[in-house]
C-alpha cells in the first residue's frame, strides 16, 4: 500500500473513533463516503469538524422564503441545504451548510447536509428525519456550496486552496 493510502486509512480509522466516541455502533460504508472519499475533504473535517447540539433543532419541509415556496425531498438532504443557501432574496443568503455526518436512530452515522442560521445561535436546520448526533464543518462562504452534490466533486480542491491562503 502507498503512503498516500496508508493516510487516507488512518484518516478514515481516525473519523470512525471520532463518530463512534460521540455514539452509535458503526458507520455507512454501504452508500459511501460521498465527498469524504476525498482525503483532502476528509483531513479538512477532521481539522475544522465540530459536534453540533440537536437542542432547538428546526425540522423544514419547504423553503420559509415568502416570494419562493419550494417542498424540500425528504431524502435529499444536499441538495435542500443547496436550496437554502443560494436564495438570496434581496441580498445575502441567512443560511450556512455543514457537511458531515449524522447519527441515525438505527446507530450508524451517514454522510450528511443541515444547515445553520448565518446569525444567532447555530441551531440545526434539518431538513429531512432528525438524527441524535450530528459531526460536521460549516463550509465557508467562498466555497461554492454546489460541490457537497457531487461526488466526487471539486469540494476537496476549494478546501484546499483554501487552507493553502491561510495564515
Wanted: glycine share 8%.
Amino acid at each position: 500500500m502507498s503512503q498516500e493510502g496508508e493516510q487516507d486509512l488512518d484518516c478514515g480509522l481516525i473519523l470512525k473513533q471520532v463518530l463512534l466516541k460521540i455514539g452509535g455502533s458503526g458507520i455507512d460504508d454501504e452508500a459511501g463516503w460521498a465527498n469524504f472519499r476525498d482525503p483532502r475533504v476528509l483531513d479538512y473535517l477532521l481539522k475544522h469538524g465540530r459536534e453540533f447540539p440537536t437542542q432547538q433543532m428546526e425540522c423544514l419541509r419547504q423553503t420559509p422564503f415568502p416570494d419562493w415556496r419550494k417542498e424540500l425531498n425528504p431524502v435529499q438532504c444536499h441538495d435542500n441545504c443547496v436550496d437554502l443557501r443560494c436564495y438570496a432574496g434581496s441580498g445575502r443568503s441567512e443560511y450556512r451548510i455543514v457537511h458531515g455526518w449524522a447519527l441515525s436512530a438505527n446507530g450508524i452515522w451517514y454522510c450528511h447536509s443541515w444547515c445553520i442560521q448565518r446569525t444567532g445561535p447555530e441551531n440545526i436546520i434539518e431538513t429531512t428525519i432528525p438524527r441524535i448526533a450530528y459531526f460536521g464543518f460549516v463550509v465557508p462562504d467562498d466555497v461554492d456550496p454546489r460541490a457537497i452534490l457531487f461526488v466526487l466533486s471539486t469540494l476537496g480542491d476549494l478546501l484546499q486552496y483554501r487552507q493553502n491562503l491561510a495564515p
